[in-house]
């Protein structure tokens, strides 16, 4: 039974371009998480999806950000127009379910390196 | 408002106990988590306190003291392998599952 899988592991993108990240739950999980993390820092949540919703998006930049879960195919997001800034490892976490569920398990995350 | 407070660090030997505090004040508290991440890779969950008291996972164990807003990860019988970063994520009743997690606590262990 695979992990969650996050592709790219790394990343690199000019200023001005978009990155891609995508994240394949693990299998039966429905509920999908995305947080950021910055170098010496925790992980800050960004949004949860569940397949074809958005649950809470609270934590995601309202401009330049936003992310999806597809009915098929894995979730996806999507940051455009890349600033120096947006340089952070993301990481992806599933779950079965939502509310109630208390272990999330985390993708090995994706490295965006903005130059 | 929300704020969640660890140590930075903590330094100790192989094969020494270690005890990693937690003060969080948050709203809708609905239990304690821990997680493990070793050099910026995939965090790994530890243990989840949803009740006062102990819970005791192998050489692991976490505490909660829901009326003092404070929890703690004690760690014995170290090993090399123990070092990592070690964080506390409150699981909020509102929050349908995702974390908050504090900056987290650096553990060094040494030969």
């Known amino acids: 039974n695979a992990g969650v899988m996050q592709n790219p592991r790394h990343l690199v993108r000019r200023r001005g371009q978009e990155a891609r990240l995508r994240c394949s739950p693990m299998k039966g999980h429905s509920h999908v998480y995305w947080y950021r993390q910055l170098p010496e820092e925790g992980l800050k949540f960004m949004v949860y999806?569940?397949?074809?919703?958005?649950?809470?998006e609270s934590g995601m930049p309202k401009e330049r950000f936003s992310a999806e879960f597809p009915k098929e195919g894995p979730s996806i997001l999507r940051i455009q127009q890349v600033v120096r800034g947006d340089s952070a490892a993301y990481f992806c976490?599933?779950?079965?379910?939502?509310?109630?569920?208390?272990?999330?398990?985390f993708g090995q995350g994706t490295r965006l390196t903005v130059v | 408002g929300q704020s969640l407070e660890q140590p930075s660090e903590v330094t100790a030997v192989e094969g020494a106990i270690v005890q990693i505090n937690c003060t969080y004040q948050?709203?809708?508290?609905?239990?304690l988590s821990w997680y493990q991440q070793h050099d910026g890779g995939a965090p790994t969950f530890l243990s989840y306190n949803g009740l006062d008291g102990l819970e005791e996972t192998g050489r692991f164990s976490s505490f909660l003291s829901r009326s003092d807003s404070y929890g703690y990860l004690l760690l014995q019988e170290l090993q090399m392998k123990d070092s990592a970063s070690y964080f506390c994520?409150?699981?909020?009743?509102?929050?349908?599952?995702?974390?908050?997690f504090g900056a987290g606590t650096q553990v060094v262990v040494t030969p």
């Open positions: 999806l569940q397949k074809e919703n958005i649950i809470d």
């Open positions: 994520a409150p699981f909020l009743t509102d929050s349908w599952g995702k974390l908050q």
């Open positions: 948050t709203s809708g508290f609905y239990g």
């Open positions: 976490a599933s779950s079965p379910s939502g509310a109630g569920n208390t272990e999330a398990f």
